[in-house]
Nanobody, 126 residues
Framework: QVLVVESGGDLVQAGGSLRLSCTAS????????MAWFRQAPGKEREGVSC????????YHADSVKDRFTISRDNAKNTLYLQMNSLKPEDTAMYYC???????????????????WGRGTQVTVSS
């Protein structure tokens, strides 16, 4: 059974930083593209960042480029999202997602990711 668990969400002031973490078990981590999606109230879930299984390719949405950085530690089966210069519009539930082996798409598409965590809340106050 695949288990995906996010952590690190919090309430932070605008301009602050957070680092989200995600661990995944029960899947072939070394073959899995990983991604962060987010969903704000009343809005659709959107792909924020993704990283290929080997870490050689990454993608960041224009809205977070130069502020967010996705990375992975394959020795620890852990995914990270470093978020700097946070803005109130970054407020959302952030979800970690794992794709089945061999899939990579930039921007990430929800349909390509078969395993999801329950989310971690990020709230940015102005």
């Amino acid at each position: 059974q695949v288990l995906v668990v996010e952590s690190g969400g919090d309430l932070v002031q605008a301009g602050g930083s957070l680092r989200l973490s995600c661990t995944a078990s029960g899947l072939n981590w070394d073959d899995s593209t990983m991604a962060w999606f987010r969903q704000a109230p009343g809005k659709e879930r959107e792909g924020v960042s993704c990283i290929r299984w080997d870490g050689a390719k990454t993608y960041h949405a224009d809205s977070v480029k130069d502020r967010f950085t996705i990375s992975r530690d394959n020795a620890k089966n852990t995914l990270y999202l470093q978020m700097n210069s946070l803005k109130p519009e970054d407020t959302a539930m952030y979800y970690c997602a794992a794709a089945r082996g061999g899939y990579y798409s930039a921007p990430p598409r929800k349909a390509g990711f078969g395993y999801w965590g329950r989310g971690t809340q990020v709230t940015v106050s102005s």
